[in-house]
């Protein structure tokens, strides 16, 4: 069923349309903005959820690995397995990004269940709170699109609503997921390269107005980015020469970056992906609190 909302029409049937239909929403820029800052913000504070956030692997690992502890218990094979039949992250790397999410404190390792030889993982306190906090934020964003589900980000402290939530958004981004076949340059150079998904929510946090993503020169110091975001200075650098070459953005001799326009279409297809995703989960999860269908 469509669903009017705040000057944007939402089709379960047609999630591109979607997102075209909310770029043009007035308030567009204002929350894809939102958004890129509450993951900048989110990394600064936690470290931990700063490493989460380094590429799109880590992300959906942890998001699953909650998603997995939200509808019963998780491990290791059975994160190996939402891995591979979503196709993206493999099976071998879900195993190394479980090791990096026990090594920031983020899971531990428990007694297998009974009847069973795997072992159990059970996210720690700090992970279910800074998860918490990560998609406050991001649902206050998207609030600015559609203000209804602000009320959701109020009940994420409570354990069964926040449980509900990640069901639902964590399966709503496993079947998209799933139907992505190819990675253009974009998804290559940034979103599967470490401190990628970072820099771009750098590069597009800024700008005013109803632009999104910004069109002129962006002033950008290799060395303050390489130290925020924990890598070296030839990283930040072969990572705009790649994007260079691949025709996504041009980074200047004097320091700028500037983006192209076949990138700030990606960009603004991107955000507004997200956006819809977070609209739609929080309302599915406002009907379910509700007692609606």
């Known amino acids: 069923m469509d669903k009017p909302s705040h000057g944007w029409t939402y089709s379960a049937l047609d999630p ?15 929350a894809a903005r939102a958004l890129a800052v509450a993951t900048l913000d989110g990394g600064d504070r936690d ?50 990004l479980l090791q990096v999410l026990e090594h920031i404190g ?13 072992r159990a993982y059970l996210p720690t306190p700090a992970f279910i709170a800074a998860w918490s906090a990560h998609l406050i934020a991001a649902i206050r964003a998207a609030a600015l ?43 290559r150079i940034f979103m599967h390269r470490y401190a990628g998904t970072q820099i771009i929510s750098l590069l597009v946090s800024g700008g005013v107005g109803e632009e999104f993503p910004p069109s002129g020169a962006m002033p950008i110091t290799l060395n303050k980015v390489a130290a925020r975001f924990g890598v070296s200075h030839l990283h930040v650098r072969r990572m705009l020469g790649d994007a260079m070459r691949d025709g996504l953005l041009d980074h200047a001799p004097n320091g700028t970056v500037t983006l192209s326009e076949e990138m700030r279409t990606t960009l603004g297809f991107f955000f507004a992906t997200q956006l819809v995703e977070l609209i739609a989960s929080a309302t599915l999860a406002l009907a379910a609190l509700e007692g609606r269908t």
């Open 16 to 30: 591109t349309a979607n997102a075209i239909r909310l770029m043009e929403h007035p308030q567009f820029a204002a």
């Open 47 to 96: 470290p931990a959820l700063g490493t989460v956030f380094k590429d799109a692997g880590r992300y959906v690992a942890a998001m699953w690995a909650l998603y997995l502890h939200a509808s019963g218990g998780m491990t290791l094979p059975q994160l190996k397995q939402v891995c591979a039949s979503s196709g993206f992250v493999s099976p071998g790397r879900a195993r190394l």
């Open 106 to 118: 983020f899971v531990v390792a428990v007694a297998p269940p009974p009847g069973q030889r795997a």
């Open 145 to 187: 699109i559609d203000p209804t589900i602000a009320k959701l980000a109020d009940r994420l402290d409570e354990p069964a609503t926040l449980h509900l939530f990640l069901r639902i958004q964590a399966a709503r981004l496993h079947q998209i997921a799933a139907g992505m076949v190819e990675a253009p340059p974009f998804q």
